[in-house]
């Protein structure tokens, strides 16, 4: 009885010691952060993959197609403006892949013309002069207020009534011609000529970096000044234009030739590119530009007094004191505003531009009927490219943090 | 006990299939959509957004075409009131889903048959309503007189719709270079033709002569008489409802039928009370009770002739001489008479 008494007390103290060790395990903050990441985890796949299953069953039994392997199967559908090279009897995949271009080609060129806008229409509403604040002004409010789809919709259906039938073209120089159709302009048949003179503008790019380099160096030991902008003029935009037309010389070029209805030959941008990347860009700017006016006037009266105290132009303050110290202020919201334009490219689909909404979630949806995939992956694609700019935005954003003690 | 227990066991033998017969002989297959129209009381229909002939509400709301007429005929047949019809206009992409979904009951929607819409999209044709042929509206002035001469051109079209495909393979096989644009919408693709956008735009012959209206100067409009493609259009159904698939089937069947055997809206009364044919007896529901092998009522044809009127009144009233698009009934016509309308037997 003795023995069995001390057996029983030696099996509690192994439970208790396990226990004990347990509950000192569960205590640690960290070991129940952990616990609760895997949980949380674990219920949003189940989630996820019960909604998946739940879908692809009812799809099956009611006859509708479903997986992923409709992306090889051809396409069949027109791409009317493209720059990768695509035909109809490629497959769905690289019809995606030419509306992600598409979409990448609008979004890059509106963000850098809205950007620009912004930036001086912001400057502007802070001007000392009334007529360009006041201009600026109605200019924000107007944008502000009207829905982008009109803006859309005027500059894809006015700027088509303003221009000509291909007949009547406007042309320049005898090789371009703006009608009604697009923008025809002559392309190289040869390439290599041209890539020379890429290679050569490069260099020049990076030679007046180094003289600015140089040249702020040498101000901060000696004080004297040097006229960078000048050089930069003559290095950067002189010299490369000559480079251009050395290499354009070196090649044929394929010029656009009015053929019955159309221009056949050379790259045709068409009116849809150039509607919807004027009215991303104007839209995009007006938001711009009060995030800019906000970003300068958060910068403290007292700095600009000192500046101005030191002597300084007033071109050089808002250069070198309030665009600095305005910039982490500006950053957050642009790149909100960045990638409110980026899905506002979608709205290509309204004016038969091919970007991946129009393309990918309009026709193929259509002919392949598969629509939880087809929206699935445009999410997706939306999603990776907002990303990307979210990353580099935060990372340009933190080089230029200022240092605060 | 025993005695009892086989007193009982004998009783309940016989009388079992006497009480379940009744309700054995009404047992049809279940049809969803069928108990669902029913219990809604008005028949959901899928439409196009707008197309004048076909269907086309005017500016009162109140719609009017070949398919809206077929609706209506649908909604004679089940429920006995061809007004107990909603219709929910979609544009091309928008009608998979729709009828997919189960939100409307069938799609009358000038909807080209095509093997891949049959196999991956999850639905059914029922029939053929209209045989459409697709060409091209050019303006007057470009004086095009065959399709081949819209060579290097552009071209306005609504993607997703069966013309957009039709037209880059005809233009290709020939090795002619065409610009073809997509729009979301007919009416997008429309305007944007009439501001100079597109040499041309293409849709069915029979879609063509309605969306004319819609042009800013319909005058200065040519519509080309050259057919590149036949589309036989007719209602969709989706797959699993076997019964209500039989029903959208006959119901069509029996407007064409109607046509055949001469019944008209006018004459249909007399021809109950009178007719000696057995065919048509069986159609007006004087014999065979075919109503209740569907699950309908027995007047289910008659209430569609009635209503709604045959197959040719149909077509005269909406896109015929007495309509505005004063289309010919060209392969529209019955077989008997050398078009291509056809229907199996009331047997």
């Known amino acids: 009885m003795l023995l069995g008494v001390r057996h029983r007390g030696g099996d509690y103290s192994a439970v208790s010691g396990a226990l004990s060790a347990m509950l000192t395990f569960l205590r640690d903050r960290k070991v129940r952060d952990i616990l609760w990441q895997a949980a949380a985890t674990l219920v949003t796949v189940a989630v996820i993959w019960f909604f998946v299953r739940n879908a692809s069953e009812n799809m099956v039994k009611a006859g509708i197609a479903s997986g992923f392997r409709f992306l090889w199967r051809d396409s069949g559908i027109e791409v009317p403006f493209n720059i990768t090279g695509y035909k109809p009897s490629d497959n769905l995949l690289s019809l995606l892949w030419t509306g992600i271009v598409n979409t990448l080609l609008v979004s890059a060129a509106s963000i850098v013309v809205a950007t620009v806008v912004g930036f001086t229409v912001g400057l502007l509403r802070l001007s000392r002069n009334w007529l360009l604040s006041t201009l600026a002004g109605f200019y924000i409010e107007f944008v502000r207020n009207i829905p982008l789809l009109f803006f859309v919709l005027f500059w894809y259906f006015g700027v088509l009534a303003a221009l000509p039938l291909p007949r009547g073209s406007y042309d320049m120089l005898g090789v371009i011609f703006l009608n009604r159709r697009g923008l025809s302009i002559p392309t190289p048949n040869d390439v290599s000529g041209l890539r020379l003179a890429l290679l050569v503008i490069i260099l020049l790019v990076a030679v007046q970096y180094g003289i600015a380099r140089w040249a702020r160096a040498r101000q901060a030991r000696t004080g004297r000044d040097f006229p960078v902008w000048p050089v930069g003029f003559v290095l950067c935009g002189g010299l490369p234009i000559a480079a251009l037309v050395v290499g354009g010389m070196t090649t044929t070029w394929d010029l656009p030739i009015l053929r019955g209805f159309n221009y056949r030959g050379g790259f045709v941008l068409v009116p849809e590119f150039v509607a919807l990347f004027a009215a991303l860009s104007t839209y995009t700017a007006g938001f711009i530009a009060e995030v800019v006016r906000g970003g300068i006037q958060s910068v403290r009266q007292g700095q600009i007094d000192a500046a101005k105290a030191l002597g300084l132009t007033h071109g050089r303050i808002v250069r070198l004191v309030v665009i600095p110290q305005a910039m982490p202020v500006i950053i957050p919201p642009i790149t909100s505003q960045y990638l409110n334009l980026i899905k506002n490219s979608s709205f290509g689909a309204a004016i038969a531009y091919p970007e991946i909404v129009a393309v990918f979630m309009g026709s193929a949806l259509v002919s392949t009927g598969q629509s939880i995939e087809i929206i699935a992956i445009t999410l997706g694609i939306y999603l990776v490219l907002s990303l990307s700019v979210s990353v580099f935005m935060n990372w340009y954003n933190a080089r230029h943090k200022l240092v605060t003690r | ?347």
Not at chain 2, 38 to 51: D, M, N, T, Y
Not at chain 2, 120 to 134: A, C, H, S
Not at chain 2, 149 to 174: M, N, P, Q
């Open chain 2, 1 to 347: 006990m025993k005695f009892y227990g086989l007193v009982a066991a004998a009783a309940s033998l016989i009388a079992a299939p006497l009480i379940a017969a009744p309700a054995m002989a009404q047992q049809l297959a279940p049809s969803e959509t069928l108990d669902a129209v029913k219990a809604r009381g008005h028949v959901e229909c899928g439409v196009h957004l707008g197309l004048p002939g076909f269907s086309f509400a005017n500016d009162k709301g109140e719609w009017s075409g070949l398919d809206v007429d077929y609706c209506k005929s649908l909604a004679a047949a089940v429920l006995g009131d061809a007004t107990k019809v909603k219709y929910t206009p979609t544009s091309v992409q928008q009608r998979w889903p729709v009828l997919q979904s189960k939100q409307v009951d069938v799609l009358a929607r000038n909807t080209t048959i095509t093997f891949s819409r049959n196999a991956t999209l999850g639905v059914d044709f029922q029939g053929i309503n209209f045989y459409e042929g697709q060409t091209f509206v050019v303006r007057t002035k470009a004086k095009v007189s065959a399709v081949k001469d819209l060579a290097d051109g552009t071209i306005c079209v609504a993607a997703g719709s069966t013309e957009e495909k039709t037209a880059a393979d005809w233009f290709r096989e020939r090795n002619l270079k065409v610009t073809i644009i997509n729009f979301q919408k007919n009416d997008d693709a429309i305007s944007a033709y009439d501001q100079g956008r597109c040499d041309a735009y293409t849709a069915g012959i029979g879609a063509l002569a309605g969306q004319r209206i819609k042009f800013k100067n319909p005058e200065e409009h040519q519509i080309l008489t050259e057919i590149i493609s036949n589309d036989p259009q007719g209602p969709v159904t989706r797959w699993g409802d076997e019964r209500w698939q039989l029903i959208v089937r006959w119901t069509l069947n029996a407007q064409i039928a109607a046509e055949a055997f001469g019944i008209t809206s006018k004459n249909v009364d007399e021809m109950k009370a009178k007719s000696q044919n057995a065919e048509v007896r069986r159609i007006l529901g004087v014999e065979g009770k075919f109503g209740e092998m569907m699950g309908l009522s027995n007047d289910w044809a008659y209430n569609i002739v009635k209503q709604v009127g045959n197959y040719g009144e149909s077509y005269e009233r909406t896109v015929g001489m007495g309509s505005a698009l004063k289309l010919k009934r060209g392969s529209n016509e019955l077989w008997t008479k050398g078009g291509l309308l056809f229907t199996p037997s009331f047997q």
